[in-house]
């Protein structure tokens, strides 16, 4: 995104002599974690060079050369001129970096002249002009990131981890650029989840990216809107058979629910790894395409409920390929089940208010579970819904009946 900084946001930022106030750092620490790009207009070098101050005018002349500057402004017509006003040559100013962002030159204008935002109304653009506090709100809920928290797995940056530990051998042995990949993964910031053992060692990892629009085959096929690559997955072979796999699914799932994010994909190399593929098919993973030798599998993660015809999917199909949401209906029905605390934690740990730091249980990672109770009754269907609740919560709902 470009984004105009008026005159008024310029000066400010450029001022050593003071303090800078929270909200002119935050614009730009925003900015360029997330490559927008802040451009000055031409015409704000002729709002300098009325500063009679010449000292201060030549340290602001100076320092505004650092940003780039908006290309080949847009020229206002004389009946573009008219129908804003134009007073001064300070209006004159006013106008012009007005009206590159009526004719597109730039995403938003930040400005705190108040002037310009009336004749923003004029203009029918007032929702591309911003205060500095706007713009900086607009921002954070842009590119905020929710992340997730999971028992049994942790949040790292690849700069955390040892590049030349013994269980990246394997993915050595896969990809002779291995190396080169992670550092330059690792530069960029990204993050991985992670698994360790009961002595502390590296046991799983699942290194993940956000993207946008991303082309992910051979023929230029593209997922549109967000996507989060799944680029590494490994489990260790001596933690097979705790569910780590589903885990990280789990935590795959939950980060692009709470983050919006349209699609999950993964490439995996032909007849290499045959227990992830099969995973993924699982849990609603398909073939997209190839890449350079390997399958594209994509999970759409849609933000809305898809509306799919009657009949076209069962309940249980759609919740697989459609998850989080799920299908309900009057052929579907809902069950509601009592279950003690200690089997509560054990299937669902991270839905505990505290988290037992001393047990393990496998079963808790797995996104597929199996309940075994007395219960003899045969009314549950494949795709109905369950609610599990704690029995203290049943008993109390009974004394209040």
């Not at 080169?180 to 060692?201: D, F, I, M, P, V």
Request: overall charge negative.
């Amino acid at each position: 995104m470009r984004i105009l900084i008026d005159t008024n946001i310029f000066i400010p930022l450029e001022d050593s002599s003071s303090v800078l106030d929270e909200s002119f750092s935050e614009l730009v620490r925003l900015s360029n974690e997330n490559n927008h790009q802040i451009l000055a207009h031409p015409s704000s070098i002729d709002d300098i060079e009325r500063d009679d101050d010449k000292e201060r005018k030549e340290i602001s002349l100076s320092r505004i050369r650092k940003y780039s500057f908006l290309e080949d402004p847009p020229i206002l017509s004389d009946q573009e001129t008219d129908s804003l006003g134009l007073k001064n040559d300070n209006e004159r100013v006013d106008n012009e970096i007005l009206f590159a962002i009526y004719k597109d030159a730039a995403n938003i204008l930040v400005t705190e002249d108040r002037g310009i935002h009336k004749k923003a109304k004029i203009l029918g653009i007032e929702g591309r002009v911003h205060y500095i506090q706007q713009a900086v709100q607009s921002l954070k809920r842009l590119h905020q990131r929710v992340h997730v928290s999971l028992p049994n797995i942790k949040e790292k940056y690849l700069h955390q981890l040892d590049i030349d530990n013994n269980f990246f051998d394997s993915l050595r042995e896969g990809y002779s650029e291995f190396n080169e990949w992670y550092k330059r993964s690792s530069r960029g910031g990204r993050k991985a989840w992670l698994h360790e053992n009961e002595s502390g060692e590296l046991g799983a990892i699942l290194i993940y990216k956000q993207e946008n629009n991303e082309i992910i085959t051979d023929d230029n096929k593209a997922l549109p809107g967000t996507s989060l690559k799944l680029c590494t997955f490994k489990v260790g072979e001596d933690i097979r058979g705790r569910k780590i796999g589903e885990l990280f699914l789990k935590a795959a799932f939950r980060y692009a629910t709470a983050n919006k994010i349209e699609h999950i994909y993964i490439t995996i190399r032909s007849g290499k790894h045959e227990f992830l593929e099969d995973l993924c098919v699982d849990f609603g993973f398909y073939r997209y395409g190839d890449y350079k030798g390997d399958y594209v599998y994509v999970k759409d993660h849609p933000n809305d409920p898809p509306t799919i015809s009657a009949g076209s999917l069962s309940a249980l199909e759609y919740h697989k390929r459609f998850y989080p949401h799920f299908k309900y209906d009057e052929s579907i029905k809902v069950f509601v089940i009592p279950i003690k605390p200690i089997f509560h934690e054990m299937l669902f740990p991270d839905n505990q208010d505290q988290r037992n730091l001393f047990a393990y249980s496998a079963v808790g990672n797995a996104i597929k579970q199996a309940y075994l109770c007395h219960a003899n009754t045969r009314q549950i269907a494949e795709g109905d819904i369950i609610f599990f609740i704690d029995h203290k919560i049943k008993n109390r709902l009974q004394a209040l009946a």
